[in-house]
């Protein structure tokens, strides 16, 4: 069993496109509350909307935190997606 990572951390900026800056914006509004207040006890996420893409920043301690943090990134903006599908 290894006792410890060879990793120190894992750093990673996802960008998703959206068809257009409208859309992105609605996702970016829906979501910069969940990524403003997600606790950070070993990795952090921040978020920045650049025209039609979301740009997601993620700085984890290892690849656990990593990967959660990818998760809940990937399941708030489906979700916000859904719902505004609903709407429209």
Same mark, same amino acid.
């Given at each position: 069993?290894?006792? $410890?990572?060879? *990793? $120190?951390?894992?750093?990673? =900026? @996802?960008? @998703? /496109?959206? /068809?257009?800056? %409208?859309? %992105? #914006?609605? +996702?970016?509004?829906? +979501? &910069?509350? $969940?990524?403003?207040?997600?606790?950070?006890?070993?990795?952090?996420?921040?978020? !920045? *909307?650049? $025209?039609? =893409?979301? &740009? @997601?920043? @993620?700085?984890? /301690?290892?690849?656990?935190?990593?990967? %959660?943090?990818?998760?809940? %990134?990937?399941?708030? +903006? #489906? *979700?916000? *997606?859904?719902?505004? !599908?609903?709407?429209?």
């Amino acid at each position: 069993m290894i006792d $410890e990572s060879p *990793l $120190e951390r894992v750093r990673s =900026n @996802i960008v @998703i /496109e959206f /068809e257009d800056n %409208a859309q %992105a #914006k609605i +996702i970016y509004d829906s +979501i &910069i509350l $969940e990524f403003s207040t997600a606790p950070d006890f070993r990795s952090s996420m921040t978020i !920045d *909307l650049d $025209e039609s =893409n979301i &740009i @997601i920043n @993620i700085d984890a /301690e290892d690849s656990t935190s990593f990967r %959660a943090s990818v998760n809940s %990134a990937i399941k708030w +903006i #489906k *979700l916000a *997606l859904e719902i505004n !599908d609903l709407t429209n």
